[in-house]
């Protein structure tokens, strides 16, 4: 069966030569947490010195990075391209740009396009796409379930073989509980992460936001906790009787990070994400009406953001998704309960999290990178290290600089995000991904000399 490192697929760029000087290397893998010349060969790390002990070899541009931290390269277990048919919101190549602006070197793509990625010959185009178009390594996830109907299961070994990473019907939850084991018991043949988007859609009903005070006060329809922590329990002890390996998306309330806990101690192969904007906003912000804080799941109270947040140090949260979902301003801009869900977040994901969470003190910094860095494990992918001999996936992030986000636009083709407007700080100057530069802000292209 094909590793799943092999089911990665960007496009072959020009391997990197650069002599990065006095940066601060924090990377909580290797234990690295000062400052360093890194000097990258053919898209490699070469050679890790003091600062000051590198020089640039012949043709080898030097970036001056006094000051600014290197970050083991982002990998986003999450994320809509909207490809195939829905080109409008994002395509491979937006979103990977969109990725790579946000310091991610690899990402892994949702299948609840139009046509659904169900059908190995989608996925076979798609990954044609990837290596023509995509700026950072991408992932596929094919569907459970056809057409994400939730009954009929696809052809889960095929999709394997022609190259898929996993398996989700994520943006809907596979409520048929006969289905999902049936799907967990095909996992043993096929392999592969089975991803859940845990919704109960009874519970959830026609709820716009979160269940709670201000829904009330608001008089919109709301979508309690319960919706979601009642699956997570209910898969986890799915997993646990098969033997199962699953993954939870995007876990919002205290009361699934509770199950989560609990099926972990009894040692079920579980694994969960939580996203930057459950980690750092609450239904709080719904009461703009501002669409742009409509997501699913939705925002929910203070004490679900500190449990995630809590989790998230624990390490029983075990990663950092975006749920990067792209929309249209067409279809965002109308009331707030007819607006469709989701917010982007690729470019503004680290910048957050580090305003948000490390400058109040709430959350450390290699936490956040550690976190950052941990969903490419879960898929069983290598995890970017700033080490000798490793291909060079790495990010400069200033984090000094302070920026407007959606000031200067988006690299994304939408801007649905719930970010718009902030100020926030922690500014991605350049990406390396799979050996080649990914990213490169305007700033640094402007200090930076004419390369041979
Ligand atoms: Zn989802
Ligand atoms: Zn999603």
Do not use: W
């Amino acid at each position: 069966m094909t590793p799943d490192a092999k089911r990665m697929f960007h496009r072959e760029g020009r391997p990197a030569d650069i002599l990065i000087t006095g940066a601060h290397v924090l990377d909580p893998r290797t234990n690295l947490d000062e400052p360093h010349d890194i000097l990258i060969r053919d898209g490699h790390i070469a050679e890790l010195g003091e600062p000051g002990s590198l020089s640039a070899p012949a043709g080898a541009e030097t970036v001056d990075a006094a000051g600014i931290h290197v970050f083991p390269g982002f990998v986003d277990p999450h994320v809509h391209l909207r490809t195939p048919g829905q080109e409008y919101k994002e395509n491979i190549e937006t979103g990977t740009a969109a990725a790579a602006a946000g310091g991610f070197t690899a990402v892994v793509a949702m299948p609840n396009t139009d046509p659904v990625l169900d059908d190995a010959s989608i996925l076979r185009s798609l990954i044609e796409t990837a290596t023509r178009q995509a700026q950072v390594p991408v992932g596929f996830l094919a569907a459970i379930t056809r057409n994400l109907k939730g009954d009929e299961l696809t052809e889960m070994a095929e999709l394997r073989d022609a190259g898929a990473l996993g398996f989700t019907d994520d943006g809907k939850p596979v409520v048929d509980a006969g289905t999902l084991r049936k799907a967990l018991q095909y996992q043993r043949l096929a392999g592969g992460v089975i991803a859940l988007h845990e919704e109960d859609p009874d519970l959830s009903g026609d709820g716009a936001m979160h269940e709670g005070a201000t829904s009330a006060r608001l008089g919109i329809a709301g979508i309690p906790s319960l919706s979601e922590s009642t699956m997570v329990a209910r898969d986890a002890a799915l997993a646990g009787y098969e033997d199962a390996r699953v993954h939870f998306q995007h876990l919002s309330c205290v009361e699934s990070v509770e199950a989560l806990e609990h099926a972990k101690s009894k040692g079920i192969r579980v694994t969960a994400e939580a996203c930057p904007h459950h980690l750092t906003l609450t239904d709080d912000m719904v009461r703009t009406l501002d669409s742009r804080f409509k997501m699913n799941p939705p925002l929910r109270g203070e004490n679900d953001r500190r449990a995630l947040v809590a989790a998230l140090r624990s390490g029983v949260i075990d990663c950092i998704a975006t749920d990067h979902a792209p929309h249209a301003s067409h279809e965002k801009e109308v009331p707030f309960e007819q607006a469709p869900m989701g917010t982007t977040g690729l470019e503004t994901a680290f910048a957050a999290l580090f305003t948000e969470l490390v400058l109040p003190g709430e959350l450390e910094l290699d936490v956040i990178v550690h976190r950052m860095t941990e969903g490419a494990a879960l898929y069983g992918l290598p995890v970017p290290r700033i080490e000798r001999g490793q291909p060079a996936n790495l990010c400069l992030v200033d984090l000094a600089a302070r920026f407007e986000v959606g000031a200067d636009g988006y690299v994304s083709r939408s801007s649905n995000c719930c970010y718009h407007g902030r100020t926030v700080q922690g500014k991605v100057l350049l990406t390396l991904a799979a050996g080649t530069v990914a990213f490169r802000a305007p700033i640094l292209t402007a200090a930076a000399p004419a390369v041979s």
